[in-house]
Every structure is written in C-alpha cells, then in structure tokens.
C-alpha cells in the first residue's frame, strides 16, 4: 500500500533530519490544505492545488529553511505573529524577557516601552497586548522590519494610537530626540552574535535570518555599549532596561552598564538553564 502524504513527508523529514518530522508534516500539510494541524492525520487527502503548494513548501523546509517562514507565522507567547526574512524567526528563549518585563510593569505602574531593535514587534506587541494602558514605541533600522511590526500591530488587533513605530538607527545621536521618550522601560533583543561565528550558526539562523540582527560587532557587544550610552537619556528616572543576552557574555554586559548609572537588579535563565535576560535599573532609584 502507497503511504499517505503525511506519511511520506515525515519519511522525507527523518532523512533530512529534520526536528520534530511529524509535527513539522503536520503543520506543513495543515498551511498547505488550509486547515488546523489537528486535523491532518494518515488518512489526509489534498487536492491537486494543495499538493503543489505543499511540495514547493516541502522543498524549502528540505533545504533547511525555518518552518515559521515558509508557512508565514510563529506562535510567541500567548499570540501568533507573521514573519519573513526581514525579521528574526520568535524564539522561546525570548519569552522569558517578556515575562520579566511584564512582571515590572504590572508592579510598578510602567506607562510607556522602548523597544530597540523591534523587528516583528513579538516583544512590544506582546506587553501592548497584555496591558491595554501601555503605550509602546518601536525602532528598527529596517524599514522591512517595521513594516512586519505594523501587520502584526493590526493581526493583534491593538489600538493604532497604542504604538508608533520609526525607522532609526541607534548609533545615530537621532535616537535622543526620539517622540515620546523618556520612556519608564527600555526592552531590547540586540544583535549580540560576534561577526566572525555567523558563519558557524544552524543553517536556519545564518542563511535565513537578517545579519543586521545577527551581527554584534567583533566581541557581540557593540549594540549593548551603545545602549549603555544613550539609555540614560531615554529613561524616566524610574526607569527599567531589560536586555537579552547570549551564553556567556552576561557577565561581560553588566559592567558595561553599572559603569554608566544603572543598578543590576537580577539576571534570569532561560529554560536550558543559560543566563539570558538582564534587568537593570537606574541607581538613584535604588
């Protein structure tokens, strides 16, 4: 007997070695019939039209490229957010900032976010969508990005006055007069990949995601001592910084902003254990 198409996808998956064959055909199969994946199972049929769709979709994911950007969206949070190759795939790692941020703003009465480096918005959109009182501003030196980060503002149904989003690039002295600062948090997800590892990361992060967001300078930490430099001026002197991080190099960033006011008030781990979020807070507030 012929296998299914389910089957047959799972096959091709465990040879590519594919993460996760049957639900990465499921969720193939399901954006390619469009329908839910709890609906696709041995006994699925396609249509001619949904077969073709799920083949050329099928060739993308063999070649390695992020099963998030071939079927257009990703799961992030409690939301769903559309993504492209303009803008880092959403990962779990990342929730756990966005956990802690919300923590601060619920505790301590936080009325605006500056999120630095917003790209889909997954992080901004995330906190305007839990508190409805919050204003956000996102920046990106991509306008591609930012674009991302508007349909995912309307895909969320949230208040058009809710955010505003400006194409800027943080090394321009601009970002100081940027519109509604000071701003009580300032959230970020720098690129902190050192230039000359890009080329050593998975298939899926250096073929598919922008460098720009990648790319952290010779030591990873570009992005962070130019935060470390301007925060001051875009913080309320209440305010919050909330920083990701890669492994190892929490240590390296603390000094970097201690050094220029701000107290370390704790540093987080992510699920596999790895120091990944970093809170800050300026020290005449202590």
């Known amino acids: 007997m012929a296998q299914s198409v389910y089957e047959e996808l799972i096959r091709r998956f465990i040879e590519a070695k594919i993460p996760s064959p049957r639900l990465e055909a499921r969720l193939l199969i399901a954006a390619a019939a469009g329908t839910d994946a709890d609906n696709i199972s041995s006994d699925t049929v396609l249509s001619d039209d949904a077969k073709k769709r799920l083949e050329k979709m099928a060739e993308e994911r063999l070649k390695h490229k992020p099963l998030d950007k071939i079927i257009g969206h990703k799961a992030f949070y409690k939301y769903d957010f559309i993504v492209n190759e303009n803008v880092l795939s959403p990962r779990p790692d990342t929730e756990i900032l966005v956990m802690a941020a919300a923590d601060i703003i619920h505790k301590h009465n936080v009325r605006s976010v500056l999120d630095m480096g917003t790209g889909s918005g997954c992080i901004l959109l995330s906190l305007l969508k839990d508190f409805p009182d919050l204003h956000g501003t996102g920046i990106d030196i991509s306008d591609t990005a930012l674009q991302t980060a508007r349909s995912n503002l309307k895909k969320l149904n949230l208040n058009l006055r809710q955010a505003d ?62 935060i470390a430099e301007i925060s001051p001026f875009l913080l309320s002197s209440k305010g ?38 970093i809170i800050f807070r300026k020290k005449d507030c202590i």
């Open 240 to 277: 919050f910084i909330l920083l990701e991080c890669g492994a190892g190099q929490a240590q390296d960033i603390i000094p970097i902003f201690t050094l220029n006011g701000f107290e370390h008030i704790k540093t987080l781990p992510d699920l596999a254990g790895i120091e990944r979020c």
């Open 165 to 226: 989003f400006f194409q800027t690039d943080w090394f321009n002295d601009h970002i100081l007069s940027v519109h509604g600062a000071p701003f009580d948090l300032i959230v970020s997800n720098p690129p902190y990949i050192p230039g000359d590892e890009i080329n050593s990361l998975d298939t899926e992060v250096k073929d598919f995601d922008p460098k720009l967001a990648l790319d952290g300078g010779s030591d990873g930490l570009k992005s962070y001592r130019r």
